[in-house]
């Protein structure tokens, strides 16, 4: 027998008590849910709006390069979905639709069924994503019991635009990706 072995089969011959799991306290909260993700949401540096604000903002922006794949925008679009998610180079703004949102920290998720090219919420420069009311959870505890073991190729939580901070605590906006998001909660 190799040494190796030797230690596995010592470690496993370790008696040890069975020990239970400590219970999860209910993180729930007790507060409005869209007010709580708004405040999230706008200390993110994100801004939310209703449909309304939304349509009103978007006949100002001054973009004419938009993708939308939300079914009540894609009148909006002005281009087409192209093979190669690197021709999306010069895109100014997408509109996705979320799947849920995460009331205490402003997270929206969004998996492969909401992308159109997994690039397109970090290749745009700006981003709007449309969230219904009825779908935000209290926390990530929820969050994650409705992901679940639901099989998805790709899947990320967006809490608001690209940003980092260096050592000199100078904060830049859109440094990775959107330079701005916009949740429009329907």
């Known amino acids: 027998m190799s040494s190796r072995e030797d230690i596995l089969n010592s470690i496993r011959g370790i ?3 069975p020990k239970p799991l400590p219970d999860v306290p209910d ?4 507060s409005d849910l869209v007010k709580q993700f708004t405040v999230s949401l706008t200390g993110n540096k994100a801004e939310v709006m209703d449909a ?3 349509e009103s903002w978007i006949k100002t922006c001054g973009m004419n ?3 939308s794949s939300v079914s009540g925008y894609k009148r909006l679009s002005t281009v087409t ?5 690197h021709d999306l180079e010069n895109l ?3 509109i996705l639709e979320g799947q849920f949102g995460v009331a205490e920290n402003g997270a929206i998720w969004l998996e492969d069924a909401q992308l159109p090219h997994r690039a397109m919420p970090f290749i745009t420069e700006h981003l ?3 969230l219904s009311k009825e779908r935000l959870v209290e926390n990530m505890h929820q969050a994650y019991e409705k992901i679940g073991a639901a099989h998805s190729g790709f899947g990320l939580f967006i809490a608001g635009p690209s940003k980092t901070a260096d050592i000199e605590q100078s904060l ?8 701005s998001l916009r949740v429009v909660l329907v």
């Open 81 to 85: 979905l192209p093979e190669d998610p």
């Open 52 to 54: 309304s604000a939304f």
């Open 15 to 17: 008696q040890r008590e």
């Open 128 to 130: 709007v994503l449309v």
């Open 27 to 30: 993180f729930r909260m007790n």
């Open 65 to 67: 390069r938009i993708f």
């Open 92 to 94: 100014q703004l997408a």
């Open 172 to 179: 830049v906006i859109g440094a990775h990706g959107a330079k």
